[in-house]
């Protein structure tokens, strides 16, 4: 099954200013009387100095994509949760085992779908270290409802404003639900998952501890 949205940038103005500047080989002044060889080591030289140009830019892209990320991890273990039967859950007191980490909501077709495969994947692996946490992107009463008629065998912590943010921030790109998380024991991300969960996800999670 596939994932839902979870429930809720311009275009560049025509006429904007070039960010970088195109060299033609075939306009570009050359002078008169300079042989072939000498040609083509010029024009070598200036496709070799815009490869470079272009692959430091994607570099300090990727560099900042990465900051961005390991502080959204950094920021995760600070998050303090309520709880749907009215405690608090402070997301530190998990850090130093690997952690299953699935946001869901009660609405979710998908997501209460996988609900009993993580309920079992957590009664089989706890004498291992692993934890399982819902975070439900949803009303507590709705919440609490639900896990009347459908109780899991893990925590539950509530995030009905701001989890679809923390989700984002974690790599749920396209803010859908349910959207997983799995971190290793060092509080690092390992892997991401958007979708339904598989016995097979469950399984090869397993080995990222």
Same mark, same amino acid.
């Given at each position: 099954?596939?994932a839902r949205?979870?429930p809720s940038?311009?275009?560049?103005p025509?006429?904007t200013p070039p960010q970088s500047v195109?060299?033609d %080989?075939s306009t *570009? $002044?050359?002078? &008169?009387?300079t042989?072939? +060889?000498r040609?083509?080591?010029?024009?070598?030289?200036?496709g @070799?100095?815009?490869?470079?140009?272009?692959g430091g830019?994607a570099?300090?892209?990727?560099?900042?994509?990465q900051? %961005?990320?390991? *502080? $959204?991890?950094? &920021?995760?273990w600070?998050? +303090?949760f309520a709880t749907?039967?009215?405690g608090a859950l402070d @997301?530190?007191?998990w850090r130093?085992?690997p952690?299953?980490?699935n946001?869901?909501?009660?609405?979710?077709?998908?997501c209460?779908?996988?609900?009993?495969?993580l309920?079992r994947?957590s009664?089989?692996n706890?004498?291992?270290?692993?934890?399982v946490l819902?975070?439900?992107?949803d009303?507590?009463?709705a919440?609490?409802?639900f896990?009347t008629r459908?109780p899991?065998d893990?925590?539950?912590?509530?995030a009905?404003?701001g989890?679809?943010?923390?989700?984002?921030?974690?790599g749920?790109?396209?803010g859908?639900?349910?959207f997983?998380?799995?971190?290793?024991?060092d509080g690092?991300v390992?892997?991401r998952?958007?979708?339904?969960?598989?016995?097979?996800?469950?399984?090869?999670?397993l080995?990222?501890r």
């Amino acid at each position: 099954m596939t994932a839902r949205p979870a429930p809720s940038e311009p275009s560049e103005p025509s006429g904007t200013p070039p960010q970088s500047v195109r060299i033609d %080989a075939s306009t *570009a $002044a050359e002078p &008169a009387g300079t042989a072939p +060889s000498r040609r083509r080591w010029l024009y070598g030289a200036a496709g @070799l100095a815009a490869a470079v140009g272009g692959g430091g830019w994607a570099w300090q892209a990727w560099r900042q994509e990465q900051a %961005a990320a390991l *502080a $959204a991890q950094a &920021a995760l273990w600070q998050q +303090s949760f309520a709880t749907p039967e009215g405690g608090a859950l402070d @997301l530190q007191a998990w850090r130093g085992q690997p952690l299953v980490l699935n946001f869901w909501a009660t609405w979710c077709p998908p997501c209460v779908a996988e609900l009993p495969l993580l309920s079992r994947f957590s009664r089989e692996n706890a004498a291992n270290g692993w934890q399982v946490l819902g975070i439900a992107v949803d009303q507590a009463a709705a919440v609490r409802a639900f896990l009347t008629r459908v109780p899991v065998d893990f925590p539950v912590a509530l995030a009905p404003q701001g989890g679809v943010a923390l989700s984002r921030s974690l790599g749920n790109l396209a803010g859908g639900l349910p959207f997983t998380v799995v971190f290793g024991a060092d509080g690092q991300v390992r892997h991401r998952k958007m979708g339904q969960v598989t016995p097979q996800d469950l399984q090869g999670w397993l080995a990222l501890r």
